[in-house]
């Protein structure tokens, strides 16, 4: 090899290492000013929260319903060890067969013209607690009848107007029609247990004989948003309510972390996605924090705070009537353009700098 090509060689391993070095380097200045900017990004998140803002940790709404699933899942699994043996206090009486959809036992089923059986207790949640009347299994609309027939539907039916004309059901015995009226009771469990049977013609009168009698109640909120048969509501003492309401009840079912509260009107929710809905409606939120990622789902009180976050870390038009439709940009170029454009009075006077005035 003569010295030409030596040098050839050598200038091209000499431009290799410089480019190399100059890529390092480069890549060094982009890491830098990566962390930077995310240091940055924290110390304006954490300054801008104060006593008056709330964080709200809101999961992945998909990974909550999975969550939930799973949680139902585990409960159902832990109430097929306990076998059903009555209709809501009144013992079975025919042949027993397993429902194919909560795999329990029970010697009545709802039947419709897909020939489908749904226990009773089944066909009493679909139909009358959740007012549906398709069949879970066809997809079919049905119009059930209670009968200890499996697989052909009843010839003759003891007429009830109130029961036909509200749930679309009939019954083909007077066993079948008093174990629907011991599901639908508003019957005090308490009292049960001692030996009697005290009904009420409301849940509102149940309720009250709960508190005066028995001082025990019902949770508000579960009442208000589970829509259950009654002898499946859990009634709590003052203290077991409290525990209750903060996810802290050991006997309650695996995956219920209580009722969250908001921070500013201390109102409960029955669950996360409830109380995110009221804190977007009723509260305020920083748009820009959030699409940047730098707030994400923190809320402010009112308006009044929310503008004081705005004059903090953005640039808001100090006009009144801008402040009360808070108008905010995210630069001072975007907010003197539009004050050129809707308050070119004030731009010709001289008067309003980009963040001076007082927010009132």
């Known amino acids: 090899m003569n010295n030409r090509d030596k040098n050839k060689q050598q200038n091209t391993q000499d431009q290799t290492n410089a ?7 480069s890549n060094q200045h982009s890491r830098r000013q990566n962390n930077q900017s995310n240091q940055n990004n924290q110390q304006a998140g954490q300054t801008s929260r104060g006593n008056n803002q709330q964080q709200f940790h809101r999961r992945d709404f998909r ?30 009486i025919g042949e027993i067969s397993d429902c194919l959809i909560c795999c329990h036992r029970s010697d009545l089923f709802g039947l419709g013209e897909c ?23 066809s997809l079919l609309c049905i119009r059930s009848s209670w009968t200890k027939l499996l697989l052909k539907l009843p010839s003759n039916c003891i007429d009830h107007a109130e ?13 079948a029609l008093e174990c629907f009226d011991s599901y639908m009771a508003n019957r005090c469990n308490e009292c049960t247990k001692s030996g ?47 525990l209750h309401m903060n996810g802290k009840l050991k006997s309650e079912q695996d995956g219920f972390r209580g009722h969250p509260t908001c921070n500013f009107c201390e109102e409960r929710f029955y669950d996360d996605e409830q109380q995110y809905r009221h804190l977007r409606k009723e509260h305020y939120f920083c748009q820009f924090c959030h699409q940047e990622g730098l707030e994400n789902n923190v809320f402010y009180r009112n308006q009044h705070q929310l503008n004081q976050h705005n004059r903090r870390f953005h640039h808001p038009c100090l006009d009144q009537e801008c402040l009360q439709m808070g108008i905010v940009f995210v630069s001072d170029v975007e907010l003197n353009v539009h004050k050129a454009k809707q308050h070119h009075r004030l731009m010709q006077n001289g008067s309003g700098s980009s963040r001076g005035g007082t927010i009132h």
Request: glycine fraction near 2%.
């Open 63 to 92: 990974q909550q319903k999975w969550q939930q699933n799973r949680d139902r899942a585990k409960q159902f699994k832990t109430a097929k060890t306990k076998e059903r043996t009555d209709h809501a206090g009144i013992p079975m």
């Open 19 to 25: 480019t190399k070095e100059n890529n390092q380097k």
């Open 163 to 175: 029961y036909e004309a509200k749930y679309s059901v009939r019954f083909d015995s007077k066993y």
């Open 115 to 137: 020939l489908h059986p749904i226990c009773m207790e089944c066909s009493l949640r679909i139909r009358v607690i959740g007012e549906k009347k398709q069949c879970p299994q």
């Open 196 to 242: 009697q049977r005290v009904e009420f013609g409301t849940f509102a009168e149940l309720r009250s004989h709960m508190s005066q009698d028995h001082h025990l109640s019902f949770c508000r909120i579960c009442c208000d948003n589970l829509n259950v048969l009654i002898k499946d509501r859990h009634v709590y003492t003052r203290e077991t309510l409290q």
